[in-house]
């Protein structure tokens, strides 16, 4: 089974990596039980700032959201493993724990105008072009795993086939794992939960060197 919950230690904190299926409603019961066990006294997410902002302003004043293709295409193949919702249910919870608890939560992801510039390096026309045609490919795909985890990883393996795009994904990667550098040399709290993408768990870890540890 894949592991995407990890423990470590570093610069004397306490740290529990959590890699999230999005989209999966059971993964709410999920991070409440992780909160309720490691008692966390700062909550690093895996989205930017500008997502950080809109999730508060969606729960309160909830509007309608409009996903794209590829994020329905997602949703559909990843029903085979239970409810599926949006936004996404484990970010949802974040929001919750961090209110009830009054737990400061940190966002770690490139923030957008990095990110547009970092696209913009990155893709060209021709790459959306290709992207664009793999989509009708992707919703005839049979994913042959058994379960969520290895799902999000074998579509995630798909999606990126596309060089620029799975630069991207290296690049937020990295980024994502510089923050956590910076919050642990900065931050006073001695136990952080890291909410990341199951997709993008094992590229921050590797960031940070976690990798060999055990």
Known sequence: MISRIRKFEMNGKKLLFVGIIKGLVSERDL???????????????????????????????????HPDDYEVIYALK???????????????????????????MIPLDIPEEEYSDLYLRKVEFYH???ANRRKKKLAKKDFEAKSPEEFVLLWDREVNKITPFKEIEE???????????????TREEKRLLVILELERLQGVLSNLNLLHIT
């Open 31 to 65: 991070l409440r039980t992780l909160v309720d066990e490691f008692e966390p006294e700062l909550l690093l997410i895996g989205i930017s700032p500008e997502e950080l902002k809109g999730m508060r302003e969606y729960l309160k004043k909830p509007f309608e959201i």
């Open 78 to 104: 990843l029903k085979k493993f239970g409810e599926v919702g949006i936004p996404v249910p484990a970010y949802l919870e974040a929001f919750a724990i961090s209110r009830k608890s009054d737990i400061e």
């Open 128 to 130: 959306i072009f290709l």
């Open 171 to 185: 690049e937020r990667e990295k980024y994502m794992g510089k923050k956590i550098k910076e919050i642990l040399q």
